[in-house]
């Protein structure tokens, strides 16, 4: 049995290194940049106006006061998709609106609403600031500097910044290819006819959910009876076609808990095995070249458990999340908690926002009971130890990809 650290480390060092390939922007959401990407051009691309106004020159208006004013004779207008070719000349001025590029000799822009037109002519009561409401070229971002470094996430943001600098293409990091095995003999399909001893499958639908959560999809998803000859043909395929591997229910001791054993037989080389940790202590990650084994407990809360404290990281670590695993931070414990003295717990949890900001372990904690669930939003990670932890104080907690939605 290891701790949860050695275990999150032995994962760590057994990811495989990211792999890169193109995406259309629009396929790009959630993933990593996998090059630093320079800008092709400037940004803005030439000086335009920020507002709705007239484009002056600042120096025709310098001597410009209430008593006497400088009038400027409108020419025109240049409005926002308009080359700009115009020229302004001394005591003329042009309307602008916002976005239009700057006409050669204009510096200056007076808004609309602090215009004062008379005759066709703009009344200028006191001198424009040169620059005044006019956005440089290159201001932002100039051609070919570091506009993204490699690494970043790719948020919506992001993918407006790229769009920008007219990319439609971006080199990321690959998602990996996932199969998902669920094994039990009492297992049904939800929606199934149930019948004596068997029990609705839960875990299936919770964890490609957890995956379409990561904008995921398993290429393959499959329930099989516990019986070792079929297990092991679909074993078989599924190392041959994955990069992740993830097998739930049979990892255990009971007599019908063949996975590990067929793992083995298959040449997944066996990682570590039973973790000091509850729920989903029989843990099991085992490697096979550059594929990742995961095989949890089928308990529906260790599953979930499991998944987010050790999968998740592994499939952003190999998405080249640099910050893989859940959100964490210290919180006001709402409720005590009695530690345990062997392992760590990883209590299910809702953050509670507000002015008392703090964690509230939920009702039903074992490790059979799904319920609470449909309100964890976290977990408060409790080390081994005797002392109870007491109201008030500040706990770990790891917050699932969920928690910042507000919809819980
Ligand atoms: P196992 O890890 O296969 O020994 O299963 C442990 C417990 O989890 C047993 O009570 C199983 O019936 C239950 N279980 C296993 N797989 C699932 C599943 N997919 N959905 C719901 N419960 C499950
Ligand atoms: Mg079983």
Same mark, same amino acid.
């Given at each position: $049995?290891?701790?949860?650290?050695?275990?999150?480390?032995?994962?760590?060092?057994?990811?495989?290194?990211?792999?890169?390939?193109?995406?259309?922007?629009?396929?790009?959401?959630?993933?990593?940049?996998?090059?630093?990407?320079?800008?092709?051009?400037? +940004?803005?691309?030439? &000086?335009?106006?920020? %507002?709705?106004?007239?484009?002056?020159?600042?120096? &025709?208006?310098?001597?410009?006061?209430?008593?006497?004013?400088?009038?400027?004779?409108?020419?025109?207008?240049?409005?926002?998709?308009?080359?700009?070719? #115009?020229? +302004? &000349?001394?005591?003329?001025?042009?309307?602008? $609106?916002?976005?239009?590029?700057?006409?050669?000799?204009?510096?200056?822009?007076?808004?609309?609403?602090?215009?004062?037109?008379?005759?066709?002519?703009?009344? $200028?009561?006191?001198?424009?600031?040169?620059?005044?409401?006019?956005?440089?070229?290159?201001?932002?971002?100039?051609?070919?500097?570091?506009? +993204?470094?490699?690494?970043? !996430?790719?948020?919506?943001?992001?993918?407006?910044?790229?769009?920008?600098?007219? %990319?439609?293409?971006?080199?990321?990091?690959?998602?990996?290819?996932?199969?998902?095995?669920?094994?039990?003999?009492?297992?049904?399909?939800?929606?199934?006819?149930?019948?004596?001893?068997?029990?609705?499958?839960?875990?299936?639908?919770?964890?490609?959910?957890?995956?379409?959560?990561?904008?995921?999809?398993?290429?393959? #998803?499959?329930?099989? /009876?516990? #019986?070792?000859?079929?297990?092991?043909?679909? $074993?078989?395929?599924?190392? =041959?076609?994955?990069?992740?591997?993830?097998? %739930?229910?049979? #990892?255990?001791?009971?007599?019908? &808990?063949?996975?590990?054993?067929? +793992?083995?037989?298959?040449? !997944?080389?066996?990682?570590?095995? =039973?973790?000091?940790?509850?729920?989903?202590?029989?843990?099991?990650?085992?490697?096979?070249?550059?594929?990742?084994?995961?095989?949890?407990?089928?308990?529906?809360?260790? !599953?979930?458990?499991?998944?987010?404290?050790?999968?998740?990281?592994?499939?952003?670590?190999?998405?080249?999340?640099?910050?893989?695993?859940?959100?964490?931070?210290?919180?006001?414990?709402?409720?005590?908690? =009695?530690?345990?003295?062997?392992?760590?717990?990883?209590?299910? *949890?809702?953050?509670?926002?507000?002015?008392?900001?703090?964690?509230?372990?939920?009702? /039903?904690?074992?490790?059979?009971?799904?319920?609470?669930?449909?309100?964890?939003?976290?977990?408060?990670?409790?080390?081994?130890?005797?002392?109870?932890?007491?109201?008030?104080?500040?706990?770990?907690? /790891?917050?699932?990809?969920?928690? *910042?939605?507000? !919809?819980?």
């Amino acid at each position: $049995m290891i701790s949860c650290e050695q275990a999150l480390k032995l994962i760590e060092e057994n990811n495989p290194s990211p792999k890169e390939e193109e995406a259309w922007i629009s396929a790009a959401l959630g993933l990593v940049c996998a090059e630093d990407v320079r800008a092709p051009l400037d +940004l803005p691309l030439y &000086d335009n106006s920020a %507002m709705d106004g007239f484009v002056l020159r600042s120096e &025709d208006t310098r001597t410009a006061t209430a008593e006497k004013p400088v009038l400027l004779s409108i020419r025109g207008v240049v409005k926002a998709g308009d080359d700009g070719r #115009v020229r +302004l &000349d001394e005591g003329k001025t042009y309307r602008i $609106m916002t976005g239009a590029p700057i006409i050669k000799g204009g510096d200056a822009v007076l808004e609309k609403e602090k215009a004062f037109i008379q005759d066709n002519c703009l009344v $200028m009561t006191a001198p424009a600031q040169k620059g005044r409401n006019i956005r440089y070229q290159a201001e932002e971002v100039k051609k070919s500097e570091l506009a +993204l470094p490699k690494g970043s !996430v790719i948020t919506p943001g992001t993918i407006g910044f790229l769009a920008t600098m007219g %990319m439609n293409r971006v080199t990321v990091y690959k998602k990996p290819a996932i199969s998902l095995i669920t094994t039990g003999s009492e297992l049904t399909a939800p929606g199934g006819l149930l019948r004596p001893g068997k029990i609705y499958d839960s875990n299936t639908a919770m964890i490609q959910a957890a995956l379409e959560e990561m904008r995921i999809r398993p290429f393959f #998803v499959r329930r099989f /009876h516990d #019986v070792p000859k079929t297990i092991q043909k679909v $074993m078989r395929f599924a190392l =041959k076609e994955s990069d992740i591997v993830i097998l %739930m229910g049979g #990892v255990s001791v009971g007599d019908y &808990d063949f996975v590990k054993g067929l +793992l083995e037989e298959e040449g !997944v080389k066996t990682i570590f095995w =039973k973790v000091s940790q509850k729920p989903g202590k029989p843990l099991y990650f085992g490697r096979k070249e550059n594929r990742l084994v995961f095989g949890f407990p089928g308990n529906p809360a260790s !599953v979930f458990t499991c998944f987010y404290e050790y999968v998740y990281p592994a499939i952003r670590r190999f998405m080249g999340y640099q910050n893989p695993c859940l959100f964490s931070s210290r919180l006001k414990l709402k409720g005590s908690l =009695k530690p345990d003295p062997e392992k760590v717990l990883f209590i299910k *949890s809702k953050i509670e926002n507000g002015e008392d900001k703090g964690v509230l372990p939920l009702r /039903h904690q074992k490790s059979h009971m799904i319920s609470s669930l449909c309100q964890a939003d976290s977990f408060v990670v409790v080390q081994n130890s005797e002392t109870v932890l007491e109201e008030g104080e500040k706990v770990l907690v /790891h917050a699932l990809p969920f928690a *910042s939605e507000g !919809v819980l």
